[in-house]
């Protein structure tokens, strides 16, 4: 969404190719292009980079899990047994996190990588990574494509999975994954 390349923030390019390796980060247009892809404020960004002493506990369970009963209320908020904790930074009311297992989310996200949930997320747009629930008890990941009053269109984050449209009568939440482990 922020028209990056994937590896603008990786570790292993923040030295130059250099016989004498000198430190170099991302460059200020490319963290402003970050914060308007995510509408992150920069306090709230910065929060993210600070020691992990700040960091808080939220709860943490399977993708695979998050489809059994009594573990989200009827807004997409964590509820029940079952649940882990990690460590996240910042204000963290409200916030999830899911743990992604399997392939069906590739190349976006990979088996292992944890995704940071805000079920209060007002304003869904065009373009967001969401989190939903159907009637049918079913919780998935997928972006949004585009939303009515009778139905909400998705598109699979991996192309060999079908993209779906959902009638709102059969949704129970959706929330906008605000961050992702990679």
């Known amino acids: 969404m922020a028209g990056l390349d994937p590896t603008s923030f990786n570790k292993s390019k923040r030295f130059s190719p250099e016989a004498t390796p000198r430190p170099r980060w991302p460059s200020t247009e490319s963290l402003a292009k970050l914060l308007e892809a995510t509408a992150l ?21 399977g993708l ?19 649940w882990d904790e990690i460590r996240f930074p910042g204000q963290n009311s409200g916030l999830y996190a899911l743990e992604i297992s399997g392939d069906s989310m590739l190349p976006l996200y990979r088996d292992g990588d944890r995704i940071i ?56 939440w959706i929330a906008r994954i605000v961050w992702a482990s990679q």
Do not use: C
């Open 117 to 172: 949930v805000d079920p209060h997320t007002q304003n869904l747009r065009r373009g967001d990574r969401v989190v939903l629930k159907t009637a049918e008890g079913e919780v998935m990941a997928k972006e949004l494509v585009r939303q009515s009053a009778l139905q909400v269109e998705l598109r699979s984050l991996n192309p060999q999975f079908p993209n779906r449209v959902i009638e709102r009568a059969q949704l129970i």
């Open 64 to 82: 695979a899990q998050a489809g059994s009963d009594g573990l989200f209320d009827d807004a997409g908020y964590p509820l029940g047994q079952g």
């Open 41 to 61: 404020s920069f306090s709230d960004f910065a929060s993210l980079t600070e020691n992990r002493h700040n960091a808080k506990g939220i709860p943490l369970i």
